[in-house]
């Protein structure tokens, strides 16, 4: 069956410029997160969705960030006026439900390099 | 504040020298313990998880275990496609209880 999909693999932006990254989960899967991977890092928490709203945005960095999934299904993150430190891997993750399993599904990520 | 702590960053083995991997936690309140793995250029895959102190769970040539403080993902007689980063992630009880806080993992390279 298929996985959780990211689109852009890769993308490559000037500084300043706006960014969005695309996460299809497994289909049936509610719950919904991203992570943030920086080099020799593990990943970091940004935002959980359980069904179309946001649950826990603690983790996003600041205002320039947002996410959204109005359908409950296919979640989009935006980035705008993007800074040399944003670059990183942006990973999503699905699981059947949100609270009380670690089961992520994880995506391949996004990686993101801002010039 | 929930932490994690891994060692040793990277562990370069002869296939089938067989070692362990370790993984130090701080959590008010241990829900459960994950361990992943991550190939390059991958998302991390699940591998175990782990409830409470004296658990083990095993898979393939893999043995995770837990104690209150630390875990050990054990590799016994290990082949080159075992070579991957190994990722612990805990997750506390409470409100955020979706939450992962993951280690920065350990590089482990096989040489055949």
């Known amino acids: 069956g298929a996985g959780v999909s990211q689109t852009p693999s890769n993308k490559v932006t000037e500084k300043g410029k706006y960014v969005e990254l695309r996460c299809d989960p497994i289909?049936?899967?509610?719950?919904l997160y991203w992570y943030r991977q920086s080099l020799g890092q593990g990943p970091e928490f940004l935002i959980y969705?359980?069904?179309?709203?946001?649950?826990?945005d603690s983790g996003l960095p600041n205002d320039r960030f947002f996410a959204v999934r109005p359908e409950g299904s296919v979640s989009t993150l935006k980035i705008q006026r993007t800074e040399r430190g944003d670059s990183a891997v942006y990973l999503c993750?699905?699981?059947?439900?949100?609270?009380?399993?670690?089961?992520?599904?994880f995506g391949e990520g996004s990686r993101l390099t801002v010039l | 504040e929930d932490q994690v702590t891994q060692s040793p960053e990277a562990l370069r083995l002869q296939e089938g020298e067989s070692s362990s991997l370790n993984c130090s936690y701080t959590?008010?309140?241990?829900?459960?313990l994950f361990w992943y793995r991550q190939d390059p250029g991958k998302g991390p895959e699940f591998l175990f998880t782990l409830y409470s102190a004296g658990e083990e769970k095993e898979k393939e040539r893999l043995k995770a275990t837990l104690t209150k403080k630390e875990s050990f993902l054990h590799i016994t007689a290990p082949k080159p496609e075992d070579s991957a980063t190994y990722l612990c992630a805990v997750q506390g009880v409470g409100a955020s209880s979706y939450k992962l806080i993951f280690g920065s993992g350990t590089r482990l390279l096989v040489r055949p």
């Open positions: 959590v008010s309140g241990l829900r459960g």
């Open positions: 993750a699905s699981s059947l439900r949100g609270e009380n399993t670690g089961e992520l599904f």
């Open positions: 969705f359980q069904g179309t709203g946001a649950a826990d």
């Open positions: 289909s049936g899967h509610t719950a």
